[in-house]
Structure formats: structure tokens, C-alpha cells
């Protein structure tokens, strides 16, 4: 474990490049609507988080893949430029790298479609080869955008070392066994919801479908409701944890800059509870700005609105 004040986050996932198409609401089935514009923007749930995670403090490490096409080299270079260790980074011959489809509606609301691309060659040799990069980290954070053997074999590595490990099961998808075995779960409200069944339409609905994830495997629960705050659920106490208000813009990455701020403020702290109160500032500032990555706050920024 790293014993540095400066706390040491591993990334398993996705790196995509994002086409950001922006539009006064989303189509619906057979309907076609004129966009405002389109913005290729670096993204993907675990590059997203890796990079929460640095803006917030973080010594972060990237381990996944892109491909040999020109957003690959693109992707890299901006992880590189925010401070990120890539050396765990591989690059598919003969492959393109991961897309997203991104569309937001003036509202905030988004639909996305992705394309996983080189993010579903990394595998569970390419974690073996890497485990250094998590064997004396503080904190894995795994997603759902590369495959499942391969986050559980992170998942597995990191329970090993004693690395407390965050899963973000985005998209929502069946887990297979052992991917619940995680120290959290911070899925949003319809991830939740996937997994488990069931709805969420007040706080009581949150408390039980967090008691029902609960009891699949995960040590604590944190349910993101948007602007109501975060259900938290740790076996023992339901707590609602709030947030601040803002105007939302753009919600893409606000359970990213959530899990990032999260992981690293854990970290530091060991409550749990006064991370996700962080985390759940940095998640609105997110939705307050346009973009995944340039929506992600700094350090300085989330403590600013805690004052």
C-alpha cells in the first residue's frame, strides 16, 4: 500500500474518444432532429475517472488500451498531459480505438452509444502483466466498458494487496460472479435499478434497493440520485448524504468526477462518508459545465464549495 501523503488510484477501463453532438432534445425512435454541433472530446468511463481522479490529488495510474488509429495517439497524449502514469497503457495493432456517441440535449440529459473498440482487447493476462500497478495502490477503481473477466481479474488482484476497490457498473449490464465482491458500488439510480429490479421514486425506494445490492456481495452502497444527494447504505445505516445545487448543463460526467473525487478523498481520509460528500460536489460542478474531461473540477474548486 502506498504510505506517501499523495494517494496512489489505479484505473482498469475504457478510453474512448468522444464525438460530444449536441441538440435542443434527444431523437426518439424513427425521429430525426438537426444538431447544434459536434466536439471530439477524450473520454470513456475509465479515462474520465483517471482524470477526475488527478484533478483532485491523486497519483494516478491508467491501465487499459487504445487502438494504432490517430484518436489513440490523441487519447494518449492527453492522458499523458494530465499527469497521468500510462506506462500500463497497451495499443491494438490492426484497431481502432473506443467511441463514444454523445448526445445531449440543451436540458443536460444525454444518450450514449459506444463503440468499445480497443478497450475490448485488454484481458486477463494483460492484468497479470500489470499487477504492480495495483498491488501497492490505495484505491482500484474498475467500470463495465472493458470485459467482465477482465475487471474481475483487477478486482481480484486488488483484494489480494489489500487495495480497497470502487466499481462503477456502467453501463448497467448481468455481473458475473465475483464482480460484486468490491468495497463500494456507486451506481446511479437506474444502474441500481438494473441490476436488482425494482424503482427508485423516493428516498425509502433508495434504502431498499440499496439494502437488496447490498446483500449481493458489496461492503457499502452509494446510490448517486442526482441533485437529492447519494443513498449510502454500509450493512448497518442508511444515510442520505447530500449535495449542492447547480444549474445542470451537461450531466456526461458527473458520475465520473463523483467516483474520481471519491477514490481519492477515501484515500486520504478513511471515511467514507465525508468522501461521497465531497464527491458529490465535485459530481454537480461536473454537470454544470459542458463536456466529459473539461467538465471534470479541480481540487481547488470542489474545496471552494465546501466552505
Not at 470513456?44 to 487499459?64: D, E, F, L, T
Not at 500500463?88 to 456517441?101: F, H, P, Q, R, T
Not at 425506494?205 to 446483500?215: P, R, S
Request: charged share 20%; aromatic share 2%.
Amino acid at each position: 500500500m502506498n504510505n506517501v501523503s499523495k494517494p496512489t488510484i489505479a484505473v482498469l477501463g475504457s478510453i474512448n474518444m468522444d464525438l460530444v453532438i449536441r441538440c435542443d432534445h434527444l431523437p426518439k425512435p424513427g425521429e430525426t432532429v438537426s444538431a447544434q454541433s459536434m466536439t471530439e472530446v477524450p473520454g470513456g468511463k475509465g479515462a474520465n475517472q483517471a482524470v477526475a481522479a488527478a484533478r483532485c490529488g491523486g497519483a494516478v495510474r491508467m491501465i487499459g488500451c487504445v487502438g494504432d488509429d490517430g484518436f489513440g495517439q490523441k487519447l494518449l497524449a492527453n492522458l499523458i498531459a494530465e499527469s497521468i502514469d500510462c506506462d500500463a497503457v497497451l495499443k491494438a495493432e490492426s484497431c481502432e480505438s473506443g467511441l463514444a456517441i454523445v448526445n445531449v440535449e440543451n436540458s443536460g440529459e444525454n444518450a450514449i452509444i459506444v463503440i468499445p473498440g480497443a478497450n475490448a482487447r485488454i484481458t486477463p493476462a494483460d492484468v497479470r502483466r500489470f499487477e504492480n500497478a495495483i498491488n501497492d495502490c490505495d484505491v482500484l477503481m474498475v467500470q463495465l466498458e472493458t470485459p467482465q473477466p477482465t475487471v474481475l481479474a483487477g478486482i481480484q488482484t486488488a483484494k489480494r494487496s489489500g487495495a480497497k476497490v470502487i466499481l462503477d457498473p456502467a453501463p448497467a449490464a448481468t455481473l458475473g460472479d465475483g464482480l460484486l465482491d468490491v468495497d463500494l458500488i456507486c451506481p446511479n439510480e437506474s444502474e441500481a435499478t438494473a441490476i436488482v429490479g425494482g424503482r427508485i421514486e423516493t428516498i425509502d425506494d433508495a434504502v431498499a434497493i440499496a439494502k437488496q445490492l447490498h446483500a449481493r456481495g458489496p461492503a457499502a452502497v452509494a446510490i448517486t440520485l442526482g441533485p437529492r444527494g447519494t443513498m449510502l447504505y454500509d450493512g448497518a445505516r442508511a444515510e442520505l448524504i447530500e449535495s449542492i445545487e447547480v444549474d445542470a448543463v451537461d450531466t456526461t460526467a458527473a458520475g465520473d468526477a463523483f467516483a474520481g473525487a471519491l477514490a481519492v478523498r477515501w484515500a486520504e481520509t478513511g471515511s467514507l462518508r465525508d468522501a461521497i460528500a465531497w464527491a458529490n460536489r465535485a459530481g454537480a460542478l461536473a454537470a454544470s459545465k459542458r463536456g466529459a474531461q473539461p467538465s471534470l473540477p479541480q481540487r481547488t474548486q470542489i474545496d471552494a464549495v465546501c466552505d
